[in-house]
């Protein structure tokens, strides 16, 4: 057994979708275990791209499982119109191959109508959430209103939960300045979801069990990243979930002691979607570059991606907090034709320099990097396929991210497609 749980390490936008889709082929299953469709995996075969948002990575391998764990809130149109673009592209031939768990909460309109609402009110105070509605739907899950994928195979019981919910959702909608819904325009999406989703919803955890006991290789898919747990974050400008290692476990139904590995995934510099704080953010040339070679764009949203250097002290806390076991890095190649490679491995306040991550935002304020500088090189290393064929330049600053972390790398990326990369580990072949 060799059971793997994939995180990112940054702000999300670390390219797990990439790692995962080259990992699929030495495993068994994928399972999805938080968040929803605010994020974005993009994987690159050849000349096409395809973007997923609540589907595992590991769909694109037509002999992998992919669950839709109970920790995930699910927006079942995303999900259709996912689904839909999967066969136009030949894949999903199987469905057996896709489960969601009953226990998994519905993303339903008024989550989203209310998202963007509060989003509008808050004005310069915004969060910058993608307005999918991802957190009004953990609230409701929390608080205990939520409607779940298995309460759509029963008509009656869709009803019924629609009935005592939507009154006090349309009063929050009013007080905001919006719309109300009218219970029977959900009831007609509740059936159409119904139709075009039941064949998939099934117990995912029993589903998940039953492979784990045959010796089946389980690997647990996040999203976003650690910075933006909303416990382990930049608060508040975090998303809604837990993103670290151990929600798989919540998320999935699995025990922690039927985990073996946890694999971080990093960018070989740093990007941030929506507002909160990016110590080594740059605003010039170098920022512009990084943006452009990385096409650095939201993989949801489309929105531009901040961008600056490599940042050691928001890795550490994610080596922290996950227990990470090895490290991915990817989009090495972007720093190619870079004179000067920064590194930041501390943050220098009034008082002293500090090499622990901020547990409140305001003790991000006024804060600045403590950089170190490295040689670049301008070698082309999208070909390299062997750390050996690496320029010394670039061996050097990833040894540096592992000494800074403390953390062994299993993968380098060196570009898009999914062949442009070197293993040097494969969790999945103990």
């Known amino acids: 057994m060799s059971n793997v749980v994939v995180v990112g390490t940054q702000w999300g936008d670390e390219g797990k979708g990439k790692v995962i889709d080259l990992l699929t082929p030495s495993i068994d299953v994928v399972v999805r275990y938080q968040g929803g469709a605010n994020a974005g995996h993009t994987v690159v075969i050849g000349e096409e791209k395809t973007i997923l948002h609540l589907v595992p990575s590991g769909i694109l391998h037509e002999r992998c499982l992919c669950i839709i764990g109970n920790g995930v809130v699910l927006d079942p149109k995303v999900l259709i119109d996912e689904i839909d673009g999967l066969h136009q592209q030949g894949y999903l031939k199987n469905p057996s191959r896709l489960a969601i768990s009953r226990n998994a909460h519905l993303v339903l309109p008024y989550h989203k109508l209310i998202d963007q609402l509060r989003e509008e009110a808050m004005g310069a105070s915004r969060i910058g959430t993608t307005g999918r509605g991802i957190g009004p739907a953990y609230e409701d899950k929390v608080a205990r209103i939520g409607i779940r994928a298995?309460?759509?195979?029963?008509?009656?019981?869709?009803?019924?939960?629609?009935?005592?919910?939507?009154?006090?959702?349309?009063?929050?909608?009013e007080m905001l300045g919006g719309k109300p819904f009218d219970s029977s325009e959900l009831l007609e999406l509740g059936a159409e979801w119904s139709r075009r989703l039941s064949r998939h919803v099934v117990d995912a955890e029993g589903l998940l069990h039953g492979k784990i006991r045959t010796g089946a290789r389980i690997l647990f898919e996040g999203a976003q990243g650690t910075a933006l747990d909303v416990d382990h974050g930049t608060y508040p400008y975090v998303t809604s979930s837990n993103t670290v290692a151990g929600a798989a476990c919540s998320g999935?139904?699995?025990g922690?002691?039927?985990?073996d590995d946890v694999l971080g995934i990093t960018k070989a510099y740093t990007t941030r979607v929506g507002n909160g704080p990016f110590p080594t953010e740059l605003n010039d040339e170098i920022g512009e570059h990084l943006q452009q070679r990385g096409k650095e764009f939201g993989a949801t949203t489309g929105r531009k991606r901040r961008c600056g250097w490599f940042d050691a002290v928001v890795v550490r806390h994610a080596a922290r907090v996950n227990g990470l076991t090895m490290l991915a890095v990817t989009k090495l190649d972007v720093l190619s034709g870079l004179e000067t490679i920064k590194i930041c491995t501390g943050y220098r306040t009034d008082n002293a320099v500090v090499d622990e991550f901020p547990s409140s935002i305001s003790q991000f304020v006024g804060v600045t990097p403590v950089y170190e500088q490295m040689p670049g090189w301008t070698d082309d290393i999208s070909s390299a396929r062997s750390e050996a064929e690496l320029p010394s330049a670039a061996k050097a600053y990833v040894a540096r991210i592992v000494e800074l972390t403390g953390v062994p790398i299993s993968i380098i990326s060196?570009?898009?497609?999914?062949?442009?990369?070197i293993t040097l580990s494969n969790p999945f072949a103990k």
């Open 256 to 259: 922690p002691t039927m985990i």
């Open 252 to 254: 999935a139904g699995v």
């Open 414 to 421: 060196v570009g898009s497609e999914r062949s442009a990369h």
């Open 150 to 173: 298995g309460d759509l195979i029963d008509p009656d019981l869709f009803r019924s939960r629609i009935e005592d919910v939507l009154p006090f959702k349309n009063r929050q909608i």
